[in-house]
């Protein structure tokens, strides 16, 4: 099998989708030689037009280069590459008589490739659908900025709704099954198909860590309101004030400033800088630490398309409290927490019934068992390439 492989990302621009991209590649030309890979993506180092680079015997990355490219300015870089791989897509689909072409990342790719005239099946992975995980103000910033943001997000909603709408793709791979659900209704008639991630397991997973007198919980993920850290603050300030000796370490990239700042602004004036830490930018061997560390695993997004921390948290046998949102509602009932919603109080009482009962909420062997062969790069692979051949036999 042929397989045309096309992403706005390959390096690690932004981690989770990235690592998507690079996962994908690589568990396809290690499942088997008799695939060939090839994968399209922007060159942001040179302006070369095409350097064609051999990872593997079966394996071919195509960057596409320009000066626009390497300016990385969004309004000026998508719309050059996209026109770039139309281009390159007439030469390459002659040339390597490709059985399949997948979009792994890129919603601008998805509107702008002309596939009708390439005669060849077509799938796209979609990992959100913004305005989805774009909001840059949260239910406590100032009135006016919140209200402005609100129109901006409605008109965003327009555009890429529009931009799906647009082409008929034979697939669309949902991360996961929640999402898939919400995809279902933007394209009624298409076929949504559910893909979950795999995950690689964590060197230190499985730790056998012993909770102490304090209650120890962990929340990892980007500085961006969808993800809900302002919650954990005033979370805190309940768990404070009914007696709970607990500390809560943060830990994220800085994607919105304000938040940032705001969140330990927080902190401070309700006088909780001895119960939550914020870490920003940490190595990834103060992640692995931090996860074996802790006792309780708090995800309070409000918006996801799948979450890889929740399930990393998981893999470190962590009970989850988390939202109704993404792969985690999946991910809890596959192996230990509580749903929330995305209130102080849910999550108040969620933290609390965990703690109080942490046998109740331990994982076990058969649960890691699942866990490890459910959320595996080689499941989601077959389920790819099972999927790959039913469009083959379609088309």
Not at 66 to 78: F, L, V
Not at 103 to 129: D, M, N, Q, W
Not at 262 to 286: C, F, S
Request: glycine share 4%.
């Amino acid at each position: 099998m042929k397989i045309l492989l096309i992403s706005e990302h390959y390096e690690s621009v932004i981690g989770g989708t990235a690592t998507y991209v690079q996962a994908v590649c690589n568990a396809l030309t290690s499942s088997s030689k008799e695939l060939q890979v090839d994968l399209i993506v922007p060159n942001h180092q040179e302006s070369t037009r095409l350097k064609i680079v051999n990872k593997a015997e079966n394996f071919h990355i195509h960057y596409l280069g320009s000066p626009q490219i390497i300016d990385r300015d969004k309004r000026k870089w998508r719309p050059d590459f996209v026109a770039r791989v139309n281009i390159y897509l007439k030469q390459i689909v002659s040339s390597i008589c490709p059985d399949i072409i997948h979009v792994l990342f890129g919603i601008y790719l998805i509107e702008g490739l002309e596939i009708e005239s390439l005669k060849v099946p077509c799938c796209a992975t979609i990992h959100s659908v913004p305005p989805r995980e774009c909001s840059k103000t949260w239910n406590g910033d100032q009135l006016f900025q919140y209200t402005i943001e609100q129109v901006r997000l409605n008109i965003i909603k327009i555009v890429h709704y529009r931009r799906l709408l647009r082409h008929k793709y034979q697939a669309y791979i949902a991360v996961s099954y929640r999402f898939g659900n919400e995809l279902s209704k933007i394209l009624p008639k298409a076929k949504i198909v559910p893909i979950e991630h795999g995950f690689p397991i964590p060197s230190r997973a499985f730790s056998s860590y012993q909770s102490i007198d304090t209650c120890r919980l962990l929340t990892i993920g980007a500085y961006i309101p969808h993800k809900g850290q302002h919650l954990i603050v005033e979370t805190a300030a309940q768990l404070r004030d009914r007696g709970l000796d607990f500390s809560w370490t943060i830990i994220g990239t800085i994607r919105v400033q304000k938040y940032y700042h705001y969140l330990q602004k927080r902190v401070a004036d309700l006088g909780l800088n001895k119960h939550i830490t914020i870490k920003a930018d940490v190595p990834r061997q103060e992640i692995d630490t931090a996860y074996a560390g802790s006792d309780i695993y708090v995800q309070p997004s409000l918006e996801e398309g799948f979450c890889f921390t929740a399930l990393e948290a998981a893999f470190y046998q962590l009970p989850i409290v988390g939202t109704n949102e993404g792969a985690i509602p999946e991910i809890i009932r596959r192996g230990q927490g509580i749903l929330s919603e995305p209130s102080v109080l849910s999550l108040v009482e969620a933290i609390l019934e965990i703690q109080s009962q942490p046998t109740k909420f331990s994982y076990t062997e058969a649960q890691l068992t699942a866990l490890i062969n459910h959320y595996s790069w080689q499941r989601m692979t077959d389920e790819l390439l099972a999927l790959y051949q039913s469009l083959i036999k379609s088309a």
